[in-house]
C-alpha cells in the first residue's frame, strides 16, 4: 500500500495561474518535505515542515508557498507559476529531521 | 561546492557485467541512504548505512559505508536490464543542519 501518496501525478498550469499539489502520508511521520526535481538532477529542497513548525530553505523563491492543516498532509502552492517552476515536484517524509526519508512517485508540472 | 561526490555519473554496461558506484565527500555523515529511480517516479529507498564499515546486501546489490562515514560505494554484480534508473546517494551530515544532502546522480543503463 502506499505510504506517500501525491495528486495529481500530472498537472498542466497556465503560465501566471495558481496551482496546487498535494500530498499525504500514512506513516505518521513528523516531518514532511516539498522536492523540487529538474530533468537528471538531483531533488532540490524547497521547505519542510517539523509538526506544525515551518522551515523556508534560503533560496526557496517566495513564488513558493506550503501548508500542513495535519499530520497527514501537505500542500505546495505556487501562486504565479513561471515556465522555468515546470518541474517534477517531491514530497517526502521522515520520522524525525535527520532520519530516512520516503519519497512519493511525484507530480510532473507542466507550465504553458 | 558539491558535499557529496558521486561518480560517475552516468554508466552504460552489458547486461551480466558488474559495476561500482561511489560516494564520496569530506565531511562526515551520520547516515547514508542509496535511492533508486525511475522516470517519472519518485526516488525508491534502498538501503541506509549508519555504523562506519557497514556492509549491507540487497539481492545483488551490496552498499558499503566507509569506515570515517564520509563516503560509500554501492557494486551490483550480474546486472539487469531492471536495474536501470537513476541511483541517488544521499547523507545527513553529523554538523550542518539535520537534512538530506544529495549527491548528483548515476544515471545507470542496463543494455540486454
Known amino acids: 500500500d502506499a505510504m506517500v501518496i501525491q495528486n495529481p501525478r500530472y498537472q498542466v498550469t497556465q503560465f501566471g495561474k495558481p496551482v496546487t499539489l498535494s500530498c499525504s502520508q500514512t506513516?505518521?511521520?513528523?516531518?514532511m518535505y516539498w522536492y523540487q526535481q529538474k530533468s537528471s538532477q538531483a531533488p532540490k529542497l524547497l521547505f519542510h515542515?517539523?509538526?506544525?513548525?515551518?522551515?523556508n530553505e534560503a533560496d526557496t523563491p517566495d513564488n513558493f508557498q506550503s501548508r500542513r492543516p495535519n499530520t497527514s498532509f501537505c500542500f505546495l502552492d505556487i501562486r504565479s507559476p513561471g515556465l522555468g517552476d515546470a518541474a517534477m515536484y517531491l514530497c517526502a517524509t521522515s520520522i524525525i529531521r535527520g532520519h530516512e526519508q520516503y519519497f512519493g512517485p511525484g507530480t510532473r508540472l507542466t507550465v504553458t | 561546492t558539491q558535499l557529496l561526490e558521486q561518480s560517475p555519473q552516468f554508466l552504460s554496461i552489458q547486461e551480466g557485467e558488474n559495476l561500482t558506484v561511489y560516494c564520496n565527500s569530506s565531511s562526515v555523515f551520520s547516515s547514508l541512504q542509496w535511492y533508486r529511480q525511475e522516470p517519472g517516479e519518485g526516488p525508491v529507498l534502498l538501503v541506509t548505512?549508519?555504523?562506519?564499515?557497514e556492509v549491507k546486501k540487497l539481492k545483488r546489490l551490496t552498499f558499503q559505508f566507509g569506515d570515517a562515514r564520509k563516503d560509500s560505494s554501492l557494486h551490483i554484480t550480474a546486472a539487469q536490464p531492471g536495474d536501470t534508473g537513476l541511483y541517488l546517494c544521499a547523507g545527513v551530515r553529523i554538523q550542518g543542519a539535520q537534512k538530506l544532502v544529495f549527491g548528483q546522480g548515476t544515471r545507470l543503463t542496463i543494455n540486454p
Open positions: 515542515y517539523y509538526d506544525k513548525d515551518f522551515n
Open positions: 506513516l505518521n511521520h513528523n516531518v
Open positions: 548505512v549508519v555504523t562506519g564499515g
